[in-house]
């Protein structure tokens, strides 16, 4: 096992005591001269890599230490999607069934700076609606402006459904915007027309498979036309069972081929209490097995983010966290001026991390694959509070990262959102037969203390947990447990 590092992630998530947390950091738990060590994957370019290095949602390990928010500007919208109610906000990129408070450019000024200045992971601002971004225009336009003036190194981020997406890539790239979501679930406006009833384009309604044609040009131009200005596309697809499910994999064909960074499958949340076409038809969105059985099978396309957390469209903090609440209007000061020492001292910590944690993810992945000879694989659930470490308490974890260890190696490949177990210190029954059923397909489960009543329910499950890997890196306690799992006959259960 890897040495843990002195200064632990638990300790950034705290309110920040940045001199205490500099001396840990040089006092000799990072043994390595190397700390501070880029974690640059080799095949990746360095401009690339300077975009996004720090961008939670573009890189799968960044996400366990900056953190971004949405601001609601734009509610505006030009197409209606079958899985969106326009009570709530854009569900191509929020949960649905979640309204956000809506903001003026001024308004959302105010509050950026206020979570920057009490936030030191935020790295990313993203307009997610609650209509459309692109459709929106000016107050998206405005907003960028004035924000990027005041804290000019946060990344700026849009998400769209596309349809107006072309005729502002030439402003979004004036705007130093270098990620853009565009949502795109089908390259075939005959499966496109059973997921949009109307879009509004050039003054006109339009219905049917002309909406959906129209949509389809304009979604692929708008992505050609980033992929020419270098600006990085994330395409986020709705997996929705018996409409586009088997389709995506042709959307990820596509997409990829037109410069695509990332493919975001997500699954549709569907519930007739939101109100909306899908939801009120019975239209199904897919388990978590289904999802992950989707994305295994695109392996090698277009590359998957697998570690979206469908936030909400005022989120605010790490992926998984919700610190939304914190910073409502009414909660704001009237004046706020930016500091940016926090923020700048939070990454310097942060660098330091990360050249440990990379080293041990590489020792973890060799140790997994030298000891893969009969091919098994475990299905592994992390509970964590961030920082890519076991250290949350089983009662606690609100949702379960999950990786899979293989003769590939091991992958980070999902999270399952639960309640948690244990609330005021009791635990419910119920709540953890929810948590159980939340764990489908999971061998093992990690954490940082579990009780013998959890632990013997999880295994009368078929699930072992264990607090033996408490604050290691997931890949070192993993790769741990696989070794052991391997040594004991490597009869643990196959992974679908
Ligand atoms: S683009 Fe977003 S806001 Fe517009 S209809 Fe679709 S989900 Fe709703
Ligand atoms: S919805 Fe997904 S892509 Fe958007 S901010 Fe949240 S995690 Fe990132």
Not at 321 to 348: C, H, N
Request: aromatic residues 6%.
């Amino acid at each position: 096992m890897s040495q843990p590092f002195t200064i632990s992630l638990d300790s950034l998530m705290q309110p920040l005591d940045f001199d205490a947390m500099r001396e840990a950091a040089t006092s000799g738990g990072c043994a390595s001269s190397s700390c501070g060590s880029s974690a640059k994957p080799d095949d990746m370019d360095e401009a690339t890599w300077d975009k996004i290095k720090d961008h939670p949602c573009y890189s799968e390990e960044a996400h366990h230490y900056f953190a971004r928010m949405h601001v609601a500007v734009a509610p505006a919208c030009n197409i209606q999607c079958n899985y969106c109610n326009r009570k709530y906000d854009c569900a191509n990129e929020s949960r649905p069934g979640v309204v956000s408070e809506k903001l003026t450019p001024d308004q959302a000024k105010r509050k950026v700076i206020a979570v920057a200045n009490e936030v030191p992971q935020l790295s990313v601002l993203g307009i997610a609606g609650p209509g459309d971004a692109c459709y929106d225009w000016k107050k998206t336009q405005a907003t960028f402006s004035e924000i990027s003036r005041e804290i000019p190194d946060i990344k700026l981020c849009i998400s769209t459904n596309g349809l107006a997406l072309p005729d502002h890539v030439d402003a979004l790239a004036a705007m130093n915007v270098d990620h853009v979501t565009i949502t795109i679930n089908m390259v075939d406006p005959e499966i496109g027309a059973k997921i949009y009833p109307w879009i509004y384009f050039n003054k006109r309604r339009y219905t049917g498979l002309e909406a959906a044609t129209i949509l389809h040009q304009r979604q692929m131009l708008g992505l050609e036309m980033l992929t020419a200005r270098g600006i990085l596309t994330k395409i986020n697809s709705v997996m929705i069972p018996g409409i586009n499910d088997e389709h995506l994999i042709e959307v990820n064909r596509w997409v990829k081929e037109r410069g695509a960074f990332l493919h975001n499958i997500m699954p549709l949340i569907s519930d007739p209490g939101h109100g909306t076409h899908y939801g009120l038809t019975g239209q199904r969105g897919p388990t978590a097995m289904e999802l992950k059985a989707l994305q295994d099978r695109l392996d090698g396309g277009a590359k998957l983010m697998r570690h979206c957390r469908q936030c909400r469209a005022d989120a605010v903090g790490l992926l998984g966290e919700d610190r939304g609440q914190e910073f409502t209007l009414d909660l704001l000061p009237e004046e706020v001026v930016y500091d940016a020492s926090k923020r700048a001292a939070y990454r310097e910590i942060v660098a330091e991390e990360r050249g440990d944690h990379v080293r041990a993810k590489e020792q973890a992945v060799a140790a997994v694959r030298r000891n893969s000879g009969d091919g098994h694989a475990i299905l592994v659930a992390i509970a964590t509070k961030g920082g890519g470490r076991v250290n949350e308490h089983f009662g606690h974890a609100r949702e379960f990262q999950v990786y899979e260890a293989s003769a590939k190696g091991v992958q980070f490949v999902g999270h399952r959102r639960v309640d948690a177990y244990c609330m005021d210190g009791f635990g419910e029954d119920a709540t953890l037969d929810g948590v159980i059923a939340a764990l489908e397909g999971v061998t093992h489960v990690l954490c940082a203390k579990i009780g013998d009543c959890p632990k013997d329910m999880l295994v009368a499950a078929g699930i072992e947990a264990t607090d033996a890997y408490a604050y290691e890196y997931a890949e070192t306690a993993i790769s741990a447990l696989y070794a052991a799992a391997t040594a004991a006959g490597g009869d643990e259960k196959a992974v679908a």
